[in-house]
Every structure is written in C-alpha cells, then in structure tokens.
C-alpha cells in the first residue's frame, strides 16, 4: 500500500472483525479496530509494517499483514516479526513474512 491509501475490512460472515496490532504497526501511527460484523476502513498514515487480526479468531490464525511503501518503510519490521502469538497466528505470520519477502 501507498502512505494516503484507504484500507477497506469487510467480514463477510458473521462474528468477524479486523484490529490492528498495536505492536506490529509504526511507533507513533494510532491503529484501528472495528466492531463485530461491521466494516471498517483506515487510511494508511506512515510508511511501515502493519499486522492485524480478527481478534475473535486470532488463535485459528485469521490474520493479515500491509506493508507501506515509503522511506522509513522497514523500521518496525524486527520489532513486529519479534512479536509472540497465540495458536496458530505465529506461523501465519511467519508465512506472511516470507511471502512478502520481508
């Protein structure tokens, strides 16, 4: 994504819902977190990484991962791979990193 972007999270069954990370987004960015069965959208306010899960399903591994292109884009990048996750959302996120390539 692209800093100014709008990130649109739309759960498409019921009991789902997207937050960021608060570990896994640039220091100083305020994060989202969205309701239960409503969509939610964030503009993209700084280059970085960004993780995020369905707190709900957090554990089963329902987790998503943006990464902001710009200057500065790779400075939270060990301290959000560094982060421990429940379940099965640590090798999602694993398999995330390694697809991107980060």
Do not use: R
């Amino acid at each position: 994504a692209k800093v100014g972007d709008t990130i649109v999270f739309k759960p498409t069954d019921p009991t789902h819902q997207s937050q960021s990370i608060d570990e896994m987004i640039p220091a100083g960015v305020t994060g989202w977190q969205g309701a239960i069965n409503e969509e939610v959208s964030y503009v993209v306010p700084a280059p970085g990484i960004y993780g995020y899960k369905c707190n709900p399903h957090y554990a089963a591994g329902m987790i998503g991962l943006i990464i902001v292109e710009g200057e500065g884009m790779e400075a939270n990048l060990e301290a959000a791979k560094g982060i421990s996750h429940p379940g099965l959302a640590g090798k999602a996120f694993e398999e995330l990193f390694a697809e991107a390539g980060v």
